[in-house]
C-alpha cells in the first residue's frame, strides 16, 4: 500500500502530523460534533494527541488501520477524513468511519470516497466484510451507508454517549459476496 487511493474527484492521503490544523478545525466543528462520540477537543493538543494515536495504528507495520485525509483532487484542499479499521484478520473484517467538513456535505464526496475504501478493502485487503455504525438520528449518514449497499443489520440500543444524551445505533455491513455489492462498479 502506497499511502495514498484516489477516485475521480478525491485523492485520499494517510494522514500526517502536518495535517493537525485541518483535522482540528473539523472536530471542533458544532455540526460535525453532533454526532461524534469524542466531542469537540478543548484545545489543539487534545486534538494532536488524537492525531499521534490514530498516526501510530497507520504506521504500525501490520497494515491494521487505514485512516486517510480526503482531498478535492484540484484544489488540494482538505475536506474529511475516512478511515478503515481491520478487525482479527481470521474474520476478513474491518470497520469503516468518516467524518467530512460541513462546508463539503451533500456534495457526493462521502458517497465517492466510502465507495473507493470498500473497493480497496475488498480488492487489495481481500476483506470478507466491512462494517459500519451511525447513530439513528444521522439521517446523511444513513443515506450514504445505503447508497453504497450496506445493509442494515441491526440497531444496539443506547449505545452512543452523544453531546445530547445517550442515542441508539445502527448496525451496517457489506460483504464482498453480496450480490448488490455493486462497490467494484461504481469506482
Known amino acids: 500500500m502506497k499511502g495514498e487511493l484516489e477516485t ?7 494522514i500526517t502530523i502536518s495535517d493537525l490544523e485541518k483535522i482540528h478545525e473539523l472536530l471542533s466543528l458544532p455540526e460535525t ?20 494515536e490514530l498516526i501510530t495504528k497507520n504506521n504500525n507495520g ?6 486517510f485525509k480526503v482531498e478535492l483532487k484540484d484544489e488540494k484542499s482538505f475536506i ?25 456535505w451533500n456534495k457526493g464526496y462521502a458517497t ?6 470498500l473497493e480497496f478493502g475488498f480488492e487489495e485487503l481481500k476483506l470478507h466484510r466491512i462494517e459500519a455504525g451511525c447513530a439513528v438520528d444521522n439521517i446523511g449518514s ?18 452512543l454517549p ?3 444524551g445517550w442515542s441508539d445505533n445502527f448496525e451496517y455491513a457489506i460483504l464482498s459476496s453480496d450480490p448488490k455489492n455493486t462497490v467494484l462498479n461504481k469506482i
Open 33 to 52: 460534533d453532533k454526532f461524534n462520540t469524542l466531542g469537540i477537543p478543548t484545545n489543539i493538543r487534545e486534538t494532536e494527541k488524537i492525531l499521534e
Open 142 to 159: 444513513i443515506r450514504i451507508l445505503e447508497k453504497v449497499g450496506m445493509t442494515k443489520e441491526g440497531r444496539k440500543r443506547k449505545v
Open 62 to 67: 501490520k497494515e491494521t488501520n487505514f485512516t
Open 80 to 104: 474529511g477524513l475516512l478511515s478503515l479499521n481491520l478487525g482479527n484478520p481470521k474474520f476478513k473484517s474491518a470497520e469503516v468511519w468518516y467524518k467530512f467538513h460541513s462546508h463539503f
Open 8 to 14: 475521480n474527484r478525491l485523492n485520499l492521503k494517510l
Open 162 to 164: 452523544l453531546k445530547d
Open 112 to 117: 465517492e470516497s466510502l465507495y473507493r475504501i
